[in-house]
């Protein structure tokens, strides 16, 4: 899900470090607000971990990889603001000193893995425990899982978006494309599939099972929200 | 005090870091073992040509424009260094993962949380 270098187009990956920018703003001063300093070892512990998890490349068999991200248990345990500043920092990290995911690429991938996934799961989980009344810690790591699947495929499905415009926006005369070559059509199901049914579910799995045992260590302070506005 | 009671609170999540990335070569192995190739849309120059018969003029241009130090956290030589090799740059990425990640948000935080006071 790391966009390398040369698959977005200036347009693209332009407006993703724009939408990115003020967002890191927001976050830092939400995190300021409301982040207690018992929490802050968590926020380091939060960005390690998910650049840790994205090591752990899951095959395909003769196919292709993928991985989970952990976004959607760190949003539960610093908040989706918080997540979303942990993560960047593992992105930055890895696109830097590893190149994974590009350099021009930094804005768009914060985008989709730090930002949407995050959010989206967060989102998700909140909705689903409020809808069902769920107040049994087991049925929450379960919608904590739910979540995870969910969060990691809308991350996907903004990555898909991404690729999927490049020939939309840049193809020459000779009908080649300048950047990622496939449309939309191809990206979205090429992406969503493996996301939905292998590397979502691995994420789901991942984050019920932190948050199941988290419930039921020393830490389960940890789950109840770092400020109930970082949500908003 | 408050120092020591914190670190014993996270002291068993470090200990899952580390364990994290030694069991890290895994996702080095597993998809070599399995014969699983770059994940959609992550593909090499090299590759792209040979999927869709040609490499698209920008992505060729712009594919090689940052050179990493340690390569997806293989050794500088790339693909081409001894597996047991890669597997050792895998767990040092691994740990300078966790060095500069922790390190990088715990004063990030410090910084932000530490102006409330």
Known sequence: MHIPDGYLGPPTYIAAYAICAPLWAVAARKIRRTLDARRVPLLAISAAFSFLVMMFNIPLPGATTGHAVGGVLIAIAVGPWGAFLSISIALVIQALLFGDGGITAIGANCLNIAFVMPFAGYFAYKIISRVAGISSGKWKAIAAGIAGWFGLNAAALATAVEFGIQPLLHTGADGRAFYAPYPLSVAIPAMMLEHLIVFGVVEGLVTGLVVRYLQQSRSAWMLTPAGEDTSE | ?117
Do not use: H
Request: hydrophobic share 45%; with cysteine.
């Open chain 2, 1 to 117: 005090m408050s120092f020591s009671r914190e670190f014993r609170e996270y002291r068993k999540f470090l200990v899952a870091l580390v364990v994290l990335a030694l069991l890290s070569p895994l996702g080095l192995y597993m998809p070599r073992i399995l014969k699983a190739g770059s994940a959609w849309g992550e593909w090499g120059v090299n590759e792209i040509r040979k999927i869709a018969g040609y490499a698209p003029a920008g992505m060729e241009r712009n594919a090689n424009l940052w050179k990493a130090p340690m390569p997806d956290y293989g050794p500088p030589s790339g693909e081409n260094a001894p597996l047991s090799r890669q597997g050792i740059f895998y767990i040092l990425s691994g740990f300078t993962g966790i060095l500069l990640c922790g390190g990088g948000a715990w004063l990030l935080g410090r910084w932000l949380a530490g102006e409330k006071k």
